[in-house]
């Protein structure tokens, strides 16, 4: 992967040329955002996707037998609603983000096939791309001297290649490397066609489902002729301080550095208090910059998160002032106000900086 030129030097330069000035912001959380819409079934559908019996149905409208809900698709509002996902974007980067993720989390046919939506997932990728690149672009006309990036979003697909999801036959797997391979493939495709700058494998839980997306990249790279950044982040699920799939932050770590990434990270599942000490194990190892985006603390009982920006903007201001971070922005719960409060508690810190020799490995 490394040896191949890059697909936009000029940008390239520009983020590097950023990250070495100081620490970047990447935006909030998506879902959360899209929650307080509080939209119903037909706001998910639109009128591509409108209800109705096939005799008085248009051909655009047949994209979707209409036998399942769709409500909860977040991802399918980038066709159904793509004026509230540029809205979305556009309020992270007036709060400060740096960088935006594409509304494609769960944008592979793997992950759509559970609302029989598959046969959209580029679709959903280029359009998630797109979406979030004229956002960019507009706000770095506003200010020249600040381009803004996007990072093209590879979730973890709703399979696990590691983990049998039949507690009485551990050995079964619902899904194959090979699958998941294919899937992340034309779901970069997408994101790539669409106008990102970066593809993040984000939310990983199991490494061997990430290892796809990292193989499937690799491929893909070399077959365009040309390489873009990757970033990877993935996720400690409890306290226990490990993945899903068992491994601390620093085996993490050693199993995905052979993609010699832009940076690596965690985000979601714990607050970021209790994400410290895997972001300092992090930052005492990697090669890489390091990046994390925390929820606003633990759920509630409702499954809320009461982190307030002040003591979340906080925390994270401890991180900086440690040297912990090149990047940082928030996952679940978070909102452009706690994007603000953490742009202005990192300000003026300097970034991490990446061990002697470690440059090249982006």
């Known amino acids: 992967m490394s040896t191949l030129p890059w697909l936009h030097p000029e940008r390239v330069a520009l983020l590097e040329h950023a990250l070495r000035q100081r620490i970047l912001i990447l935006d909030g959380g998506m879902g959360t955002m899209l929650q307080a819409h509080e939209l119903d079934e037909s706001g998910f559908r639109g009128e591509r996707f409108e209800h109705g019996s096939d005799a008085h149905v248009a051909d655009h409208q047949r994209d979707h037998p209409g036998t399942c809900d769709l409500k909860g698709n977040n991802d399918l509002l980038t066709l159904t609603r793509p004026a509230i996902i540029r809205e979305i974007h556009d309020a992270y980067l007036k709060a400060g983000a740096d960088l935006v993720e594409t509304n494609t989390f769960n944008a592979t046919r ?3 096939a559970d609302y029989h939506l598959q046969h959209l997932a580029a679709e959903l990728n280029r359009e998630g791309a797109r979406i979030a690149r004229a956002a960019c672009d507009a706000m770095t006309v506003e200010t020249p001297d600040r381009p803004r990036f996007v990072i093209g979003v590879l979730g973890p697909t709703s399979r696990t290649a590691s983990l049998s999801p039949d507690v009485n036959d551990p050995g079964f797997r619902n899904v194959t490397f090979e699958e998941l391979a294919e899937n992340y493939t034309e779901s970069a495709n997408g994101l790539i066609d669409g106008g990102a700058d970066v593809i993040m494998v984000e939310t990983i839980f199991d490494t061997l489902n990430a290892k796809a997306a990292l ?26 301080g490990r993945t899903l799939s068992g491994q601390t932050a620093e085996a993490f770590y050693y199993s ?3 993609a010699r990434p832009l940076s690596v990270g965690f985000n979601c599942a714990l607050g970021a208090d209790d994400l410290r000490p895997h ?16 929820n606003a603390g633990l759920p509630n009982a409702f499954g809320e ?3 307030s920006p002040e003591h979340m903007a906080g925390i994270i201001g401890s991180f900086a002032r440690e040297g912990l971070l090149n ?11 706690h994007i603000s409060a ?13 061990p002697s020799g470690a440059a090249e490995a982006a």
């Open 110 to 112: 793997i992950s759509q």
């Open 215 to 240: 193989f499937a990249l690799s491929e893909l790279f070399h077959q365009r002729g040309a390489r873009m950044p990757v970033m990877i982040s993935g996720t400690i699920t409890d306290r226990s």
């Open 256 to 258: 995905v550095r052979h």
């Open 279 to 294: 972001i300092q194990t992090l930052a005492g190892i990697a090669e890489s910059h390091v990046s994390t985006h925390p």
């Open 305 to 307: 998160y009461d982190e």
């Open 327 to 337: 990047m940082v922005g928030g996952c679940c719960g978070t909102t452009p106000d």
């Open 342 to 354: 953490i742009a202005a508690a990192v300000r003026g810190c300097a970034p991490r900086a990446l």
